[in-house]
Each structure stands twice: as structure tokens, then as C-alpha cells.
């Protein structure tokens, strides 16, 4: 498997009134191409900072982040920009969307902005729209952002960080405003893309969200202190509750 | 005296007359007869006029606005007119002539008064000591212009009326009519006005904007408070004490700023008028409280959605229950617009009061600044000539010494033009000369008189004076009047109205009305082959010159430098600079104009500097958002900036529309102050206020914004976590 995002030492600090606050500590980090990393660990351990350090969000003070053979530290705004909008998606926890564009225009908006993308508008609202088939949300495309449900929304974040074909996926708690149905349909996309291929890395606080992953990173204090490598996961009943069983048990010996 | 007093012995013997003082004016034929710093004086047209310091029957006021009780012998004040295009200092020497008899004069400065104010044709008028009159009454050449001003306490102003009837040369002017005098001062005074109130409302909107988003970025706050149990009115009055320290703070800083710059507007409307400044600082403070009385309504309105909002809505920054409020209007996939444009004009018609609100402030102040460019261009446009009884031509006359001799005898006119076709003729210019001529005459319908001023062209035929009803008179019985001479006359087109000439009195019809600054807007205009009779009431604005072969603006300026050489006079224009000379408006409203420039330039840049602001602050969320997706710096900074730009097209655009009737509708109000006057057409300069101009706004909005917009890159793809 090809390594997608790599990495090594990152450390990264705040000065908060002259106080240095250490948020994350010499992290080593590997993801390869068709991973589904999920991040976990108590509140304030840095897993959201991990993942917009790793993602090209925010800048790391120390250390490398290698994605897609790149060195991002080495990238400028304008580039590391690029990078993030040809090359990533990104889900959150809120659905954050631009209240002044309707459902579909939210989602095709990153394609538009493309210069790698040479499809004409028509096309590129045509494979918004085949996007929003395939989450189920075809019927809302020119709703307005305000007449869809919670669920609806989330699954329209996803097609719009699925739009410019990534290679890879970062959600910040992407089921965190949801309720278990919703999310349950949510993961189960994510879960979908993954098997088709793109690279997901999720931060979460549940462990039902996590066992649908292939590996779960956990988080104290700045610093990776544990890993569970879970394998893919095949949709089945019976394994997701073995793998939560087998997921918790591992989370309480990390002291979760 | 050489003064005939039957007059005011008549006015005596009248019953209800308490009062009765006279003016008397001796004439000082021309500005040559003053010589200052080694110079004869060629700064104004008019004849000018002495008043004597024992004859100081109205009040006299300096310019500091102290009443004048005296003047020293070997001294004078002067009014505006005076010295008008003259850099001239308190103290300074001029020496009066006549002939010979030289009067070395001090000068004491700018005296106030409503009958000697400045107006459109107002003559110079000089206050001496009764001395110094002496000398003047002694060597002056004639006393053809010399007249009086009686004024009277009376009762009943129809004795009056009638009595005075009965004198060819006289005529009555009630006390309220006087204000009439100080109309162009009003102008300036109402544009001034006019631009304030613009200002304040541009002011208000933009406060209101300020404190409605100030109050929406602590929603976070206030719906914390909510939640721990603090009342509405307890939050709401937080805000409103805030708001209350703020403003009164700003008012009295406003206040104290606004006493110098109060003094310096008022001033520069003042010149000739006296202005009641007693109150003013009692105006201030009212003004400052209703500025805060008004801020807190304001306030009061912007915090009254405190009380519908939940705590948890409120945490949501202000959002009720529904996520987002807005609707899509637009659809990008369906758009060839470039992202940034169609983004741009999304927002725009998504938030259709506020950018409107933006484009009316844009609209008004590139209108302001248009609109008195297009003024102050009209106001000395050759378009105007005619309604001063000039013909548009390509050289004015206006020295008094040169055509004098047709008011001592009308039929000197011939002698005048011939004298001007020989002078053309010697200094090898081909052209043609003519003259409109005014005497005051008694004129009857009915039972009405009036004395009315008759007005006839000679030499060129004036085909610029048009009828705005009817037609111009085309046989020798025929009159055009103006509108408020048929109001004087009760008359209306098609009657017949008797005209007394000298001696003889004739009948002539009524065919059409006409508009006029003349005389207040009180004329008749005569066909040319009337003969008219002098009086000592007259008006001309000297000898028109139109010049053969319709030579370039070159050439005549070479023309009229040889016509000054030849009638060794300074006072030769274009018809344009007369009607700047004759109005006086056209430099002020030019002053004005850059002042609106500056103002706008100002305007513009607070209107974009806090509105976008106050945009980026709200939408903090989404510019995040856009940069955590891969927008670039570059895209959102071309967005914001795009938005500002629409609104300046767009005011642009409704201003271009609107432009020139508003100019129209306000030329002719403000000409319809002065005098009798309807349908002038604006002159405009396509480069100023269609290029310029707008550029200066576009401009402005451009380099706003964008500095404004930078502000954005301080937001971070990461600052997605810490939004709500």
C-alpha cells in the first residue's frame, strides 16, 4: 500500500499570554492509500489539532507532514490551498455551508473553483448531482440549506469533499451533531467511499464511529500512546459488535 | 441736495405714516474712478453707489456682524461687490477720481446690509462719511444714475401703493419683499443644507449598521446571560447604557467640533447676510441630544430581537431554531459567470436591503457630486445668457463708461453700436454689434398697474430669448412677459395691456410668456422696433458682439484682447464669463463640488471600511469554511471586494439615469428663486460626470474594499473549530 500522508515529529504548540501550551508532541503518524484511521482520545488531547495540522489547515511549529510525496511546510498559502482543494476533503462536526448557495451549488462550489477540474459547469452539476444519488440525497439538490434535516446536510458535506475526487478524506467528528440514525447512515457512507478506495481519517469521540475503521489512533496529551489496528471492516453485523467489544476493551485499558 | 423731496413730503401728509427717511445714492460711474495699489479697478460691471453715514437709516453691520454707527472721515466700508476678485486687507489705501480731484480713502471692510446685498446685478455700495460724500456730490461728472431709497413706517401700504403711482421713476417694495435680495446667498445656504442633510443620513444608516452587527457578534454572550436567568430588560439595558456613555461622549466631542466648523459654514454663506448666531450653541446642544435620542432608538430597536430570541439561539449567534435564514437565489451550476463574479452577485441579491441600502448612499453622493458639477457649469453656460437679456454672442461689453450715453439719451444707442461696427472695423475684425436695453414704465390692465421693466434688442436679433408659452412678439404691438409681471398685471396671453413710453401711452397685445433672472423675474420684452424712452430706471448688460465666419474659441480670445486694447477697457468677455460675472454662484457651487468630492471620497470609504467589516466579522464562519476547502486568499478577497464594486456599478448606473433630470428639476427650482424662470435645460461635462466622477466612487469602493478585505487572510481554515 502507497503511503498518503505521512507524519514525523510533528509537534505543535500555542503561545496563550505568554504561556507556551504544547498541544501535540513529537507525533509519528502513517497513512496508506485506503486507510481509515480514526482518532480518538479525551477532550483537549489534540485530536482535532492533529488532524488540521496533518490536513494543511493549520501550520505544525516542528516537524514533517509528507502528503502525497509533498512536504506541506514547504508549500505556501496559495499552494497549500491548492492542495486542499484538489486533493482533500473535509467533513465537520457542524455542516458548515454557504447559506446563500442552495444544496447543490454548496456541493459542486469546490469544483467550480478548480483549475484542475475542465468540465463545463453542466458536467460538473451533473456529477453533483450522480453524487447526491449515490448519498440519497438527490431530491434536495436546489433546496436551500435551511429545509434540510441534519442528516441530509452531513451527507451533503460528504459529496461536496467527494466532488473533486480527493485522495483523501478528513472528518472532524462528522457524526458528532447527529443522532445514532443519522450518523449510522453517515458512517455507512464513509464507510463506502473507503471501500471504494479514498483514504478516510476521522476524529472521534465515539467508539461505535471508530470500530468501522481499519485502524484507531488514540490520543493523551499531545501524543500518540496507543494503536489498534482492526482491519477493514465488512458491513457485517456480527463483526461491527466484535469489533466494539473488541474496541472498548482496548479503549479501557488506554484509560478511556 | 440736488434731491427733489415731493416725495416724501406726499408721504408725510399721509395718514398712518410715522416714518419717512431717505437713502440718498450718488453714482460713481465706474470701477476706474477707484485706483488701488497703483491700478484703475476693473473687478465689477455695476455703476457703484455711495451711502452717507448720516443717512443710515437700516442697520449696517460689520463682518464680525457689529452694527456700523459712523465712519471716520477719509474712511469707507464697502459692500461684497466691491471688492469682489480683489485680495483686499482692512486698512488698505484707495484713491477715488474724478478727473483731476483725487480722494485718498481708507477702507474699513465689508458692511451687511438687506438692500445693498449681493444678488445678481448688485452694484457696488460704499458708506462714507458725510464729508467725504461732499467731495464726491462736487466733482462727479453727472447725476444721471444718482436715486434714493425713502423708507416709510406705515400702516397701510395701499396709500402708499397709490401715491406712489403717481411718480414714473418709483416704486414700492414691501419690507418682506427685501429678502429677495439675499437669494443667491440663500442658494449657497440651501446646497450647504442640502449637503448636511445627505451627510447626516448617510451617517445614521451607517450607525445603525455598526450597532445592529456590533450587538449580533455578543449573541454568543447574550445568550449566556440568557440562560443563567438574566431578564431581557436587564441585558437589553446593558447594551443600551453602553451605547448611551458611547454616544454622549461622541456628541459632545461632536458638539465641540462643531462649534469652529458651524462658525467656518456659516461663514462662508455669510457674507453679505446677517445671520442670527445668538442661538447657535443652544442649537448644538439639541442637536446632540436628538443625535443621541436618536442612537438610542437605534439601539432600542437593535436589541428588541433579544427578547424573541431563546438562549440557545442566541448561543447560535442569533440564528432562531433554523440553521441559516437566507435563501439561494442564484444557481452557480446553471451560471457562465467566473466563480467570483457569480459568488459576488449571489450575495448581493441575497442580501438585498443591506447592499441596497449601500448603493442609495453610493447613488446620493456621486449624484451630489454631479450634480453640482452640471450647476456650476450651467451657471455660467452661454445657455443662460438670455435669461440675463444678453444675447448668446461672442463678445460682451460690459464697461458702463462705454454705453452710458444711451441712458441719457436712449437714441445714443445708434451712436454706441455705430461706434462699436467703426472700432471692429479699424482693428480688422468682421462681426456685428447689438444691445438690449430695459427702462421701467407704467404698465395697466384693467385696474392693475405696475412699473414693469420694458426691455428691447437692438442691432443683433436675440433668437435665444424663447417663449416658454406662446410666442416671442414678432409685430410692433406685440409683448412677451414674464410670469410674475402677467401675476402683477393679472393678465394672461391674449389681453391687451396699455404701455406708457415718455409721454405716450399705447396698447399692446399679449403673446407669450417668457422666463427671465432680470428685474426678479419682472419683465416685458418688446418686438425691436419699438423706441424707447429713457428714464432713470434702466438695465442693460452692455454691447453684444457676434463675431463673422464663426471663428474658434483661439480666435476670439485674440478678438477680445484686441477689442480690450481698443476701447482701453478691461471689461470685454465671452458670454460665458458674463453670465459667471452675473450670477457669482458658479464659483461657490465649484467649491462646493470639490468639497462633495472630498466628502464623497470620505463617505465612500467609511461606508465600505465598516460595512465590510462588519460583513467579514459576520461571516467569519463561511470564510473559514471556504478556506478549508482550498479557496484561496486571492478568491475570497476578489469576492468581498466584487460585492462593494456591484453596488458602485449599480449606483453608478441609476445615478447616470437620474442625473439629468434631477439636475433640471433642481436648476430650475433654485432658478425659480431668483427670478421668473422655467425649462433650462443643465449643461453638463460628459468627461467629469460621467468618467470622472464615477471613477472617483468605483475607485474609492476598489481600494476600500480590498484593503478592507485583507483583513480576511487573518482567518484561519482552522478558526472551523472555534465557530458555532
Known sequence: MNTVLQAKGLCKT?????????????????????????????SGSGKSTLL???????????????????????????????????EMGFIFQQMYMMKNLSVLDNIIFPAVKSKNNKETRAQTEERGRALMKRLGIEDVGSNDINEVSGGQLQRACICRSMINSPKIIFADEPTGALNRSSSDEVMNELLKLNNDGTTVMCVTHDPKVAAKCSRVLYLVDGSIVGEKVLGHFDSEEKSLRDRERELNGWLMEQGW | MPYDCELEDELKALDGVDYVGTEHHYCIESSKNFTYKGSKMDNFIDIA???????????????????????EKGCFYSNAAFIQDIDVSKGDIFELSFDDNKLSLKYMGVIKCPTIAHE????????????????????????????????????????????????????????????????????????????????MVTVFVVLRFTIMFTISEEYREIGVMKAVGVDNGSIRSLYIAKYLVISIVGALIGYAASLPLGSMMLDSVSQNMVLECGSNALIGLLSSAAVVA?????????????????????????????????????????????????MSINDFVSAPKQFGIITVIFTLCLLMMTLMSNLALTLKSENMAWLFGAAECDAHIYDTTYFVDAFVDYDNYKDILAKTDIML????????????????????????????????????KNDLVTADEGTMPQKRDEVAMTGYALDDLDAEI????????????????????????????????????????????????????KFDGDPDDETKDEYIEKIKKAIDSEKVCTTSELVKTATQMSDTLNSVKQMMMMITVIVTLMIVILMERSFISKEKGEIALMKAVGIPNSSIIAQHTLRFVISAVLALIISTAVLMPASNAVMNFVSSMIGDVTGIKCNYDPLEVFFICPMILVGVTVIGSWLTALYTKTIKASDTASIE
Open chain 2, 294 to 342: 436618536l442612537i438610542m432608538l437605534f439601539c432600542y430597536t437593535c436589541t428588541r430581537r433579544v427578547n424573541k430570541l431563546s438562549p440557545i439561539d442566541a448561543v447560535r449567534n442569533g440564528e432562531t431554531g433554523e440553521r441559516f435564514k437566507r435563501k439561494s437565489l442564484l444557481r452557480l451550476g446553471s451560471s457562465r459567470l467566473p466563480s467570483n463574479v457569480f
Open chain 2, 494 to 545: 391674449g389681453d391687451r395691456v396699455s404701455i406708457t413710453i415718455g409721454d405716450k401711452t399705447d396698447e399692446y397685445i399679449i403673446t407669450g410668456k417668457y422666463s427671465s433672472f432680470l428685474n426678479g423675474g419682472h419683465g416685458i420684452f418688446m418686438h425691436p422696433d419699438v423706441d424707447l424712452v429713457e428714464n432713470n430706471n434702466f438695465q442693460s448688460m452692455g454691447v453684444n458682439i
Open chain 1, 52 to 86: 488540521y495540522c496533518v490536513s494543511g489547515m493549520d501550520r505544525v511549529t516542528a516537524g514533517e507532514v509528507i502528503f502525497n510525496g509533498k512536504e506541506t511546510a514547504s508549500l505556501n498559502d496559495k499552494e497549500l490551498a491548492r492542495v486542499r482543494l484538489d
Open chain 2, 49 to 71: 453707489y455711495t451711502i452717507s453715514d448720516e443717512e443710515m437709516y437700516l442697520k449696517f453691520y460689520d463682518e464680525e456682524n457689529n452694527t456700523v454707527d459712523g465712519v
Open chain 1, 14 to 42: 500555542y503561545v496563550v499570554n505568554k504561556r507556551q501550551n504544547n498541544v501535540l508532541k513529537n507525533i509519528d503518524l502513517t497513512v496508506s492509500e485506503g486507510d481509515m484511521v480514526a482518532v480518538m482520545g479525551p
Open chain 2, 425 to 460: 472695423e479699424d482693428i480688422g475684425i468682421e462681426g456685428e454689434s447689438g444691445m438690449t436695453m430695459g427702462f421701467r414704465y407704467e404698465v395697466d390692465h384693467g385696474d392693475k398697474t405696475a412699473n414693469e421693466f420694458c426691455y428691447v434688442s437692438k442691432g443683433l
Open chain 2, 120 to 199: 445678481a446685478t448688485a452694484s457696488p455700495y460704499l458708506l462714507f462719511d458725510a464729508e467725504d460724500i461732499k467731495f464726491i456730490g462736487e466733482h462727479k461728472k453727472n447725476d444721471i444714475f444718482d436715486d434714493k431709497d425713502v423708507f416709510v413706517n406705515a400702516a397701510d401700504t395701499e396709500k402708499i401703493d397709490k401715491l406712489v403711482e403717481k411718480y414714473e421713476n418709483a416704486y414700492v417694495m414691501p419690507r418682506d419683499e427685501i429678502k429677495e435680495y439675499f437669494l443667491f446667498d440663500m442658494v449657497a445656504a440651501y446646497i450647504m443644507m442640502m449637503i448636511s442633510a445627505v451627510l
